[in-house]
């Protein structure tokens, strides 16, 4: 079964860190990987996108990379930000094209 | 564009009843799908579409029916609400293999 998992399902961070959000898959055969963020009682929203054949994607302060060999991908955020808690989710397309969610990581970023 | 509009955003049904929650798109994308969000659960896939008159079945597809007679639109009709239906609800579409823009999303409460 193809599955995606996020650990650790909650982290607190200092304002001002540098941190990283993980995300594992189980199957390498992969489309691509997109990084969400969502707001309490609100929809998702994309962060980034990465292809199959990319290593890694940038916007403003977050990055994220993809090993598709190992089966993982992370979210860098630096210099975080109170406005940076929300709910980050990770989503696979898998080669079936079924789009496959983990159950995120709840971020606080503690002023 | 509007992105992808999801209607009503909350619903109350009594046990037994029917709804359709609307879904409609305005960036010509073939791919549509729609996820239930429970606690602890993540995102877990209904149905899907991959173009007009295509559609299949996701992860957890009972008790709900979808047809796509247009690009733009997919609507999920509930047949006979049970309380374990009880869900936040979110549609996205795509261009195959691309970024997925999801739905504000639909609330429902089902007693």
């Known amino acids: 079964k193809q599955e995606v998992t996020q650990i650790p399902a909650a982290l607190s961070v200092p304002e001002g860190e540098n941190l990283v959000l993980n995300c594992s898959f189980t199957?390498?055969?992969?489309?691509?990987l997109q990084w969400f963020r969502q707001d309490p009682g609100k929809g998702l929203t994309s962060l980034l996108l990465i292809q199959s054949s990319q290593r890694e994607q940038t916007s403003g302060r977050l990055n994220a990379s993809l090993d598709k060999s190992s089966g993982r991908s992370t979210l860098y955020i630096a210099a975080s930000q109170p406005g940076d808690s929300a709910t980050y989710l990770c989503?696979?397309?898998?080669?079936?094209?079924?789009?496959?969610f983990g159950t995120g990581t709840r971020l606080t970023i503690i002023p | 564009n509007a992105g992808v509009t999801q209607t009503p955003k909350f619903q109350v049904l009594k046990t037994g009843q029917s709804m359709t929650l609307q879904c409609a798109q305005d960036m010509n994308h073939e791919y549509m799908s729609w996820y239930r969000q429970d606690p602890g659960m993540g995102l877990r896939l209904i149905h899907y579409?991959?173009?007009?008159?295509?559609?299949d079945q996701g992860e957890v597809p009972n008790g709900y029916n979808v047809s796509r007679s247009t690009t733009e639109d997919f609507p999920l009709r509930l047949l006979s609400a049970a309380p374990s239906q009880t869900s936040v609800y979110f549609c996205a579409s795509q261009l195959r293999g691309r970024e997925a823009f999801f739905g504000q999303g639909t609330r429902l409460t089902v007693v």
């Open positions: 579409s991959v173009g007009a008159g295509i559609t």
């Open positions: 989503a696979v397309l898998f080669g079936n094209e079924k789009l496959t």
């Open positions: 199957d390498s055969a992969i489309y691509n």
